[in-house]
Structure formats: structure tokens, C-alpha cells
DNA sequence: CTGAAAGCGCTAACAG
DNA sequence: CTGTTAGCGCTTTCAG
């Protein structure tokens, strides 16, 4: 039944030779004779030896895993990013331990609870939205864990991050709107005190002042960017005196929220109305018109992020200077904002 | 800087105690002084005391934690099911190592390596489409590491497995397209040696079958499932001398791409060809008109599959009899096939 | 180049 | 109820 597994003390009686020996050979160490290498070689393969990585882990105090927090994973963002950061790891011979947060601040504490428990020897995270503080972050500094965020960051700490390029995303939506003949540029809006929102809202606020258009205050609505609060967002734009001809939102849920509100209004996209989202999601093409939006570079991030943590996990230099990495977005245009005809 | 963490046997020599009195003390150990108790876990808290699983996971032998193998995460069904597979395994007290073969055999033989170097106590698996053996899952068994697979699983092979009932949502999607109306239904397979698109097949045959509906073989169209792959399906279902006036698709992604094609077919939908899909999506409520859909229960199934394995880890005698468990699917009716008007 | 021995932090007999 | 002791399997000095 059950077969025992072999391990180094096994191959060592066998071979007659001291464990410290086998250990070295099987770990590639020099100083060890090509012959003795040879046969310990042998042996293990035979025998299907497979190293205990719970025993090196313990006796080196580093366990080869890697965590990662991530607010959710439906939804493709952070389901590529994922997907980048595992083939990554894998090859860099990392295990990768994944933990929701559910966006919830508190669940986010335990995520670090479980993951520092688990001794993993670094951490990526992406923030929850309801986190506004740092505070158990600063176990993780404590015991001089490497640490690197991506995505959403909190604003004004300085870390080492990986982030798209939020702010050129949102100046590039709006530049490509102003080109499309919009003039009154409305704008969902997420919570500010994400670097993601704070910068696509820069972004458009920039791109209306370069190109002469007057910032107006009614057309910013912001929300949580789900879909129900598009509909709802779309529905008070509607309301306005002068209604807006184009809409940026922060996000593609919201944008297919105010899509759906445009149709019961029987309102024309793009002529009567353009749309742009944010995030390039799976059904962007689904949708009827298809859905401009900005692409995130999903697994280059998560790419990106590990690359980042590893090298911080195997210089030992931690502390020493947080670095940031910027990723591009690329606008990837649709129906939903083409080709508009005044 | 970094600070060492405090150990046990710290804990022992401020108290002068026993390290195995902490020890017991912590882990809840009902022969222990309620008095020794309170000062072990008071010191215990104020050294700010986090366990050292791994040390703990190499005297047991057994990790705390559970590998799960999906082939991919994004799209909806993988993640939801992976959050299912979280909620219950942390609050178990297990962590998950989750690992994407990102559909591919060879991957996910790695997989396996991968996971079993890193002692998980047992590993829960989703076949990769081009899987068509069983070899790599020996050296589980070997192990007598507790296996259990969900929705894609070999056919013929004796496991534990959680699977959606796919038979019921096949039958249950056709019979009503038939009460709205319809006759000529058409049907868009997958693979058909993964049991999911067999079982959803073999419902269709059998809902045609039971209200008199004459099977039509070439009505039947089998591909990869993804967006071309319906386009393509929808064309060629198109050129028939009598056009079917449904389609039940085993995949959402497949009902989107003909959803499209009957479109720029000028046809309308329900009322030319009605249509279903398989997933329930997220995006099957942002397609115009939204799509019928079966829901896999996919958080449940996650669920129940852990559920399942964490028995089997708790329990030893794990070879005994494989269990299978049945959750029935639920068809979620929405615009493109409802209230049709012959 | 190889061996002996110590110990990572924890648990589980076995004794008191 | 508490203490003593022995290891889980591996790496790593320190000696040859």
C-alpha cells in the first residue's frame, strides 16, 4: 500500500556513504567527486527519491513559495495576472500560494496571517478596496519579508510596485474621444483613494485642459464601478440640462451599466452617445456595440511583479530603495466610441 | 530590523516550562492547568507568538495544506469554483497551492511533481482538455494522497469526483426551447471524452427523444467551444436547406459567436432562432439579447469537492470506496430564448 | 573530497 | 497535570 517515501538517509545506506554527502551531491555542490555524484544520482532516480522541501525549507528558513493577495479573481484582470505571475514563478522554481481578499479589509489582515504562517519568503499584494491603511503590512516589513504591490497601491507609502500606467490610460481615452468629435466628456469615477481611480481621473481631467475643453463638475460621477452603478450613474447624467455626448468609466462594468440605461433610452452609441471603458474584459467584444477600453497587460504585470519580488527575495538587500515599475496601456478601440459622425 | 520570531520554547523559558507543556497549551490540550493555560497564551499574544507551520507540517507529516489543479482561471466557472474551494479550505484551516495546466497534458504532469514536493495533504483536480490518460495520478495513489477530481474528469476511471449534473442541464435547456416552441434544435458539442460535453449531449438526444422530436444528426455541429468555434458552427448550421430554429450551445462562448452570426444574418433572436448556452457567464447578461444559460453552482462545487477531500484526509481508510457526488444545474432563462411568438 | 554532529521548531510517546 | 526525550529530513559548520 502506501509506499514510504525514500529519503537522503535512505540513499546514504545504501551507498554507504555519510547523509552531508548525498545531501551535496543531489544539491550540485562542487566539491564533491564526479563518481560519488554519479551513484548517488543513480540511486535516486531509482529509488523516485523526491526531496522533503518541508525539511530544507525549515532548516533554511525559506520555504520557495511565494504569496499573493489579490481582491478577487473572477473577472480577467487578476486572473491573468496570476496566470503571469505563476509562470513565472514556476519557472524560477516557486510554488505560489493564492489568497482572496474578497475586498474586504479584514480578510485581507488574515490573508497576511496565513501567509506569514505559511513562512512564505515573499509576498505580492493588490489591494482590497476598503483598505485604507498599512498597518498589517508592517508585520511583514517587521520580519523583513520582501514586499511588492501591484496594481492598487496606497497612495503616498513608498514601496516597491508594479502599476500600469493608469493616468496615460485615462489621458488616451479622452484624447481619442476629443478626436472623435466629443465635446462634453463625462467620467465614472471609482474610489479616490485607489491610485488606479485617482489617476485614470487625472488622466481625463489632463487631457480635457490640453486640448481646451472646460472641465465641468456635473459630468464626474463617481461609484464602486459595478454595473448596477453604471446604471445608476448613466441615469443621473441623463437628468442633466445639457447631457454629455461621450462617457470615459473607469471601468468596463460600469460602461455595460450605462450601455444597458443608453438602450432603454433608445439612445445611439456611438452617435448619440460614445463609451469607453476600462480594464479590456472578456466581454468587451460580447457587447452590442463592442466596447472600446484600455488594456491592462495583464500578465506582463504579473510578470513584472514577481521578477521584482524575486530579486528582492534572493539579494538580501531588502530595505534598501523601493522600485516602481510602470507598464504602458494600450487603448483598444471599438464600436462603442469609432468612427463617430457628427 | 528583522526581528526573530518568538518560538515556543522562548515562551517555555520566560515561564519556566516545559516546551511541550506550551506546546499542549496552545494546541488547545484539554490535560492542562487552566491557570498555565491563560499565562501561556497571555505571554503568548504579547510576544505577538506565530506558529512555524512547516516545523509543525515535518513532525506530523502532513502540510495543512491542499493543491489544486485547474485548466485555467479565467473565465468565470475555474474562478468561482477555486473561491468555493478558499472559503471552505481556510476555514479548515488548510491553505491552497492552486496550479493551471493551462489545458495542457504535459503541464499538468509538472503539476502533479510540483505538488507533491510540496507535501500537500491532497490534491483536488479539473482535467486539462488534451488529458487522456491516467499515469501521472499513479503516483498519487501511491502516495495514498487523498485525490479528488471535479466537473472534468476521465471517463471510466473509479474516483472520487464532484460533478455538475451535465445530462440534467442539457436535458433541462432543450426541454425548454422545445416548450417555447421550437423543433429543429440544433446542438454545438465539445470533446466528447470529457464526460461534461458527452453528458450535456446525451441530455439533448434524450430530451428530443422523450417529446418525439426526431434526432437530426446533422444538426449537430462538434468544435472547441470558443467564440470562432460558434461562428464557424452557426455558419455552416446556416447553410442547410431547412435552418434549424434553435440552438442549444454546451458553451456561452460558442452561443456568443453564433449570437453574432445571426446578427449580421439580419435574424432575429428568439424570435428566427432561439438560443442557450452553457455557463451562465458573467457576460450572458451583457450580450444583446442576454442568454439563456445553465449555472454550474460553481462555489458549491468548490465546496463540496474540498469537503469531500478533507474527509478523506481526515479519515485514513482512503482507498475504501470512491464517492461521487451529483449537483444539479439550474437553467437560468433570459432573452434569447424566452416568451417566443411563433 | 567526505564524515560526524548539531539543530531548524515542533509534537508525541513515555515517565513521573 | 507537567517534564524529559527523541526525532521529522534536511543543511551546514567544523574536522578530518
Not at 77 to 90: R, S, T
Not at 99 to 126: P, R
Not at 166 to 174: K, L, P
Not at 187 to 198: A, E, R, V
Amino acid at each position: 500500500m502506501a509506499t514510504k517515501r525514500t529519503s537522503i538517509s535512505d540513499i546514504a545506506k545504501e551507498l554507504n556513504l555519510a547523509v552531508s554527502t548525498v545531501s551535496r551531491a543531489l544539491s550540485g555542490h562542487s566539491r564533491i567527486s564526479e563518481a560519488t555524484s554519479k551513484r548517488v544520482w543513480k540511486l535516486a532516480e531509482k529509488l523516485n527519491y523526491q526531496p522533503n522541501h518541508l525539511a530544507a525549507a525549515l532548516r533554511k528558513g525559506r520555504s520557495n513559495t511565494l504569496g499573493v493577495i489579490v481582491p478577487h479573481i473572477d473577472g480577467h484582470f487578476f486572473a491573468l495576472v496570476i496566470k503571469g505571475v505563476e509562470a513565472v514563478a514556476n519557472k524560477a522554481g516557486y510554488n505560489v500560494m493564492l489568497c482572496q481578499s474578497n475586498e474586504d479589509y479584514v480578510h485581507e489582515q488574515k490573508n497576511i496571517e496565513t501567509l506569514m504562517n505559511a513562512q512564505v519568503d515573499g509576498v505580492l499584494v493588490s489591494l482590497a478596496r476598503t483598505t485604507h491603511d498599512f498597518k498589517h503590512f508592517e508585520k511583514v516589513r517587521k520580519r523583513d519579508i520582501p514586499l511588492v504591490f501591484f496594481d492598487r497601491i496606497l497612495d503616498g507609502v513608498n514601496v516597491s510596485a508594479v502599476v500600469l500606467d493608469d493616468y496615460q490610460g485615462g489621458y488616451q481615452s479622452v484624447q481619442h474621444l476629443l478626436e472623435q468629435g466629443c465635446r462634453r466628456i463625462a467620467h465614472f469615477g471609482g474610489p479616490q483613494h485607489l491610485n488606479i481611480y485617482k489617476n485614470r481621473y487625472a488622466g481625463y481631467c489632463q487631457a480635457l485642459h490640453d486640448h481646451g475643453v472646460p472641465f465641468d463638475q456635473e459630468l464626474v460621477v463617481f461609484g464602486d464601478m459595478t454595473l448596477a452603478d453604471g446604471m445608476r450613474s448613466m441615469t443621473e447624467l441623463l437628468q442633466l440640462p445639457q447631457r454629455p455626448d461621450a462617457v470615459f468609466s473607469a471601468s468596463d462594468f460600469s460602461a455595460v451599466g450605462a450601455l444597458q440605461v443608453l438602450k432603454q433610452h433608445q439612445l445611439r452609441i456611438p452617435q448619440d452617445i460614445a463609451l469607453t471603458g476600462f480594464s479590456n474584459e472578456t466581454f468587451a467584444s460580447f457587447t452590442e456595440p463592442m466596447l472600446t477600453s484600455v488594456d491592462q497587460r495583464c500578465e506582463e504585470m504579473g510578470g513584472a511583479a514577481v521578477r521584482l519580488l524575486l530579486e528582492m527575495v534572493q539579494e538580501r538587500p531588502t530595505q534598501l530603495s523601493p522600485r516602481k515599475i510602470l507598464l504602458q496601456p494600450q487603448l483598444v478601440v471599438r464600436e462603442s466610441s469609432r468612427c463617430r459622425q457628427e
